[in-house]
């Protein structure tokens, strides 16, 4: 059986995938977040700061991950056995947790297994972008 070529207007049609902008030294976040409300607060924190910039998921295997921030639920165990696998990694990202479980033995858990940040509910802006300048920091990027 012989093969067979794609007609022409298929072979001209492909494109490259594009990948995101931003700039080189830029501390790349990938955000799993379960709450709207939530997702929207880390964004807009996030695009206000001078060194972060957001993974569309489409792209989360094209660059490495510095920040991720995760969302815990009432079954937060998932969650933080999730976490022990990554604070496993010799060069591992930053964490960041977020949960509207009122229990503060899991922002001690938490931080145990090495979590980051933790940030109980409701999400304050200003304790975000404090936390942000503290990733940059210990990821040496100098404020600018």
């Known amino acids: 059986?012989?093969?067979?070529?794609?007609?022409?207007?298929?072979?001209?049609?492909?494109?490259?995938?594009?990948?995101?902008?931003?700039?080189?030294?830029?501390?790349?976040?990938?955000?799993?977040?379960?709450?709207?409300?939530?997702?929207?607060?880390?964004?807009?924190?996030?695009?206000?700061?001078?060194?972060?910039?957001?993974?569309?998921?489409?792209?989360?295997?094209?660059?490495?991950?510095?920040?991720?921030?995760?969302?815990?639920?009432?079954?937060?165990?998932?969650?933080?056995?999730?976490?022990?696998?990554i604070t496993r990694e010799n060069d591992r990202p930053d964490i960041f947790l977020t949960s509207e479980v009122p229990d503060m033995s899991l922002a001690a858990q938490a931080r145990h297994i090495g979590v980051d940040e933790f940030f109980p509910r409701p999400l304050q802006t200003e304790e975000i972008s404090k936390a942000l300048d503290r990733c940059a920091a210990r990821r040496g990027r100098v404020p600018k």
């Open 1 to 85: 059986m012989k093969s067979q070529d794609w007609p022409l207007t298929h072979r001209r049609e492909e494109k490259s995938i594009p990948t995101p902008s931003r700039n080189k030294n830029d501390i790349v976040v990938e955000l799993r977040l379960r709450r709207k409300e939530a997702q929207k607060i880390f964004e807009e924190a996030i695009a206000a700061h001078p060194h972060f910039c957001l993974e569309p998921p489409k792209f989360s295997q094209s660059s490495k991950i510095e920040l991720i921030i995760l969302e815990a639920d009432y079954d937060h165990y998932p969650t933080l056995s999730f976490i022990e696998s």
